[in-house]
Each structure stands twice: as structure tokens, then as C-alpha cells.
Nanobody
Framework: QVQLVESGGGLVQAGGSLRLACAASGRTFNTYGWFRQAPGKEREFVAAISWSGGVRFVTDSVKGRFTISRDNAKNTMYLQMNSLKPEDTAVYYC???????????????WGQGTQVTVSA
């Protein structure tokens, strides 16, 4: 059974940092991604990474502040979030797929999400 479990969310002041983790179990995938959904808004893509970690992509709004990485030994993906802004407040979801297209937003499996709240 495939499971994706996010952790690391919480409340932080603007300018602060958080590191999210997504532990996968059941199998490995070719592509892993982070998405977020703010209240009243549609879910948006944040970042994606290949299984090897050799290919990474982050959306422009977080470029230079967020870093995506993987630890294959732990089958875990991370999202290091620095210089957080109130507009980063959202539920963050991890996702995984067999497809190797890192720019395609279609994913096969999703986690339950973790809340990130950034106070002004």
C-alpha cells in the first residue's frame, strides 16, 4: 500500500524557516512534487524532483527561497523553506508519480497535507 506522509508544518513568523518532509512507503516513484493550497485558492505547484535528485524544478514565486531535495536511503523528500512570507501560508501536499515529466502537474498519489502558517 502506497503512503505519503508529510511532516514539519507549523506556525512561523515572516522571515523564518521551516523544513517539510514527505516520507514515502510502499514503492518508489520517478517524480516527487510539492503543492500548496491557500484558503479560497486553487492548489498550486511549488516544486518537483526526480527520483535521483538530479532534476529539480521550483516555481518562480518561491525560487531562491525554497529548496527541494531527496534522501533515497530514507525514501523521503524535503522542502526547505526560507525567508517565509505570509503569502506562503497554505496546506502543503506532497505527491508522487511514475511519469518522468517533472513539469507535468498530474500525479498518481497524494499525501494528506501539512499546514504552514506564516504570521506577519
Amino acid at each position: 500500500q502506497v503512503q505519503l506522509v508529510e511532516s514539519g508544518g507549523g506556525l512561523v513568523q515572516a522571515g523564518g524557516s521551516l523544513r517539510l518532509a514527505c516520507a514515502a512507503s510502499g514503492r518508489t516513484f520517478n517524480t516527487y512534487g510539492w503543492f500548496r493550497q491557500a484558503p479560497g485558492k486553487e492548489r498550486e505547484f511549488v516544486a518537483a524532483i526526480s527520483w535521483s535528485g538530479g532534476v529539480r524544478f521550483v516555481t518562480d514565486s518561491v525560487k531562491g527561497r525554497f529548496t527541494i531535495s531527496r534522501d533515497n536511503a530514507k525514501n523521503t523528500m524535503y522542502l526547505q523553506m526560507n525567508s517565509l512570507k505570509p503569502e506562503d501560508t497554505a496546506v502543503y501536499y506532497c505527491a508522487a508519480k511514475y511519469n518522468t515529466d517533472i513539469t507535468n502537474g498530474q500525479y498518481d498519489f497524494w499525501g494528506q497535507g501539512t499546514q504552514v502558517t506564516v504570521s506577519a
